[in-house]
């Protein structure tokens, strides 16, 4: 079935560095993406959303691009930093608010 | 995460016991939906409810798992007769009536684990 994924499994970043995480999604009728980001333990957390008749959306020290043409989604952290370390989940809405449909998930570890 | 509570927070039980799962929404939250994580994946999509009434249960399985969200109370995940693949995290996210993607808060999980 259609499904939404993600690139890479694991991110190693320098502390400073600039992060980006991939996620494809295959389901055209999506209108709307989230990113959220999961530490160990506890529960997701909204970080950006984007509707699709978007293609960038900037917040504090994240930006979500959104490409519907090859379907991918992809979050740019800037600077990152070791509260950063965790992991990344990008969903997307096929249709009603609460049902999302999430990717695998990224792990995110920012080094020194 | 703004106020959805879920208790237990940690859960074990063995093989053929019965499994209750509480959340309490955001206050003034109509919407409760539950998911469920496997280790190292992502969240699944299992129930939509409203007060009495279920609105989506495409994510259900079809036996030994039910959903309520009574008029009173908290909503209740029950999984009957539990089985080592029912092991997981299971969150609950609660929106109000309209709502877009940084309104609909998670909870911390209930961890359970079948022995």
Not at chain 1, 54 to 63: A, E, I, L, S
Not at chain 1, 79 to 93: H, I, K, L, M, N
Not at chain 2, 78 to 91: C, E, K, N
Request: net charge positive.
């Amino acid at each position: 079935g259609e499904s939404v994924g993600l690139h890479l499994p694991t991110l190693s970043v320098q502390e400073g560095d600039n992060s980006i995480i991939n996620c494809a999604y295959s389901n055209s009728a999506s209108d709307y993406f989230i990113w959220y980001k999961q530490e160990s333990g506890k529960g997701p957390q909204f970080i950006i959303d984007i509707r699709s008749n978007m293609d960038k959306r900037q917040g504090q020290r994240v930006t979500v691009l959104l490409n519907k043409t090859v379907k991918h989604l992809s979050l740019q952290i800037a600077a990152t930093q070791p509260g950063d370390s965790a992991v990344y989940f990008c969903a997307e809405r096929p249709d009603s608010w609460g049902k999302l449909q999430f990717g695998a998930g990224t792990q995110v570890v920012v080094t020194p | 995460n703004a106020g959805v509570m879920q208790n237990p927070r940690h859960l074990v039980r063995r093989r053929g016991q019965e499994a209750r799962l509480r959340c309490s929404p955001v206050k003034g939250h109509s919407h409760v939906y539950w998911y469920r994580q496997l280790p190292e994946e992502g969240l699944k999509f299992m129930v939509y409810l409203q007060k009495e009434n279920i609105i989506d249960e495409s994510g259900m399985p079809k036996e030994r798992f039910s959903a309520e969200f009574p008029k009173e109370g908290p909503s209740i995940l029950r999984i009957q007769q539990v089985v080592r693949g029912d092991s997981a995290a299971y969150f609950c996210a609660s929106s109000p009536e309209q709502s877009s993607g940084n309104t609909i808060y998670f909870g911390e999980g209930s961890w359970l684990t079948v022995v």
